[in-house]
């Protein structure tokens, strides 16, 4: 069974300033997605940055990468220029590679860390 | 497009009682989830479907039912509530694609389930 870890149960940062968040997994797969999910007060679900295994070059999303250490089985999410909005709760979660004709295997998510964006 | 509704929103209930949390998605996707969350915890899967008519148990299934007799609906029964069901719980949906690739969860808004 895969596992996601996430020990920062809340962090806070200076608006302008980058911040780094942690996630580390277990898994036995060699092919597999990892994510950084937000959710803001609204309690909506919001995808912000996915990570293929297969794939060495980190993932970018304007103001959001990843540090993705596979050998580690690390993924971190660093947030650039933190604004106001980025307050949120920040999930990272795993999936296994889909299966040919199988489709999605369902996300594996952390405990979350709650990040607060200071002005 | 609605993308992924759930209905109620909020709920309270007494212990012993029964309901039924209703999940729609009009993009036509195969798969769909009900997931719960606790403070502390994130998301954890209940139970799952791949299609019309099928339906599969995740990590916390007990005490939870679901049906999926159409393919926009998924539906989350819970026959004698708990306060330990107390939680909101999410539904997610995707396509399912031959090639094994990977498509992207859309998650409902969430509904506040109490039960005292």
């Known amino acids: 069974a895969q596992t996601v870890t996430q020990s920062q149960p809340e962090m806070s940062v200076q608006e302008a300033e980058t911040v780094t968040l942690s996630c580390t997994y277990d898994t036995s797969e060699s092919n597999y997605y990892l994510f950084w999910y937000k959710q803001p007060p609204s309690r909506q679900m919001i995808l912000v940055i996915r990570?293929?295994?297969?794939?060495?070059q980190n993932a970018t999303e304007n103001r959001f990468s990843v540090n993705f250490q596979k050998a580690a089985k690390s993924f971190s999410l660093k947030i650039s220029d933190s604004q106001l909005g980025d307050t949120a709760m920040y999930f990272c979660a795993f999936m296994k590679h889909p299966l040919i004709n199988s489709g999605n295997t369902p996300l594996v998510f952390g405990k979350g860390t709650r990040l607060s964006v200071i002005a | 497009n609605a993308g992924v509704t759930q209905t109620p929103k909020f709920r309270v209930l007494k212990t012993g009682q029964s309901m039924t949390l209703l999940c729609a998605q009009d993009?036509?996707?195969?798969?769909m989830y009900w997931y719960r969350q606790d403070p502390g915890m994130g998301l954890r899967l209940i139970h799952y479907?791949?299609?019309?008519?099928?339906?599969a148990k995740g990590e916390v299934p007990d005490g939870y039912n679901v049906s999926r007799l159409k393919k926009q609906n998924f539906l989350l029964g819970l026959e004698s509530a708990a306060p330990s069901q107390t939680s909101v719980y999410f539904c997610a949906s995707s396509y399912s694609r031959s090639r094994g690739d990977y498509n992207e969860q859309f998650f409902g808004p969430g509904t506040r389930l109490t039960v005292l």
């Open positions: 479907s791949v299609g019309e008519g099928t339906t």
């Open positions: 990570q293929e295994a297969y794939k060495q």
């Open positions: 993009m036509n996707h195969e798969y």
